[in-house]
Antibody, heavy 122, light 108 residues
Framework: EVQLVQSGAEVKKPGESLKISCKGS????????IGWVRQMPGKGLEWMGI????????RYSPSFQGQVTISADKSVNTAYLQWSSLKASDTAMYYC???????????????WGQGTLVTVSS | EIVLTQSPGTLSLSPGERATLSCRAS???????LGWYQQKPGQAPRLLIY???SRATGIPDRFSGSGSGTDFTLTISRLEPEDFAVYYC?????????FGQGTKLEIK
């Protein structure tokens, strides 16, 4: 069974750093792109970027380029999303999701993690 | 970036009725790389349709997708109580991928 399990909720202060994780299981982790999606409170879905765990090739939305870093460690089947200096506006639910088509950047997301709620408040 | 506009913003219908949700793209979506998702409160989105018209695994056949180019439609033939949720379209044909703002399907 394919599963994406994300790390738990975080409460941080502005200016702090953070790295959240998404562990994949039940499939060959290195052959499917993994994406990150932001959902701000009461709002819609925003595509942030994707990574290919096989070689760590990464693509970002221009809206998020330079604001976050997406990475992966194929030895532990885990993708990451990190911030070096959080802002209050980073408060949101963050989902990881797997591209449905093996090896393809252009794909819908077929499996989703449960979400990680990040709260940034002084 | 391709902007997706969904309409209506909110759709009020009764169980058993037919629902028609629209997704319009600011530019043509290549190869019908268009998906639809359902999201219920407190849950992650669920893929319903990919490639504009193909149902994802386990999705009931009352859900169907159609369209090409810039105009796409999700149709739910006969609404079940569990279908009331928010629906999003996503284009993944031209990077960066993007989502529509969502249509809330509520019980009338």
């Amino acid at each position: 069974e394919v599963q994406l399990v994300q790390s738990g909720a975080e409460v941080k202060k502005p200016g702090e750093s953070l790295k959240i994780s998404c562990k994949g299981s039940g499939y060959t982790f290195t052959t499917f792109w993994i994406g990150w999606v932001r959902q701000m409170p009461g709002k819609g879905l925003e595509w942030m970027g994707i990574i290919y765990p096989g070689d760590s090739d990464t693509r970002y939305s221009p809206s998020f380029q330079g604001q976050v870093t997406i990475s992966a460690d194929k030895s532990v089947n885990t993708a990451y999303l990190q911030w070096s200096s959080l802002k209050a506006s980073d408060t949101a639910m963050y989902y990881c999701a797997r591209n449905a088509k093996v090896g393809a950047t252009q794909s819908a997301f077929d499996y989703w993690g449960q979400g990680t709620l990040v709260t940034v408040s002084s | 970036e391709i902007v997706l506009t969904q309409s209506p913003g909110t759709l009020s219908l009764s169980p058993g009725e037919r629902a028609t949700l629209s997704c319009r793209a600011s530019q043509s979506v290549s190869s019908s790389y268009l998906g639809w998702y359902q999201q219920k409160p407190g849950q992650a989105p669920r893929l319903l349709i990919y490639g504009a018209s193909s149902r994802a695994t386990g999705i009931p056949d009352r859900f169907s997708g159609s369209g090409s180019g810039t105009d796409f439609t999700l149709t739910i033939s006969r609404l079940e109580p569990e279908d009331f949720a928010v629906y999003y379209c996503q284009q993944y044909g031209r990077p960066p991928s993007s989502f529509g703002q969502g249509t809330k399907l509520e019980i009338k």
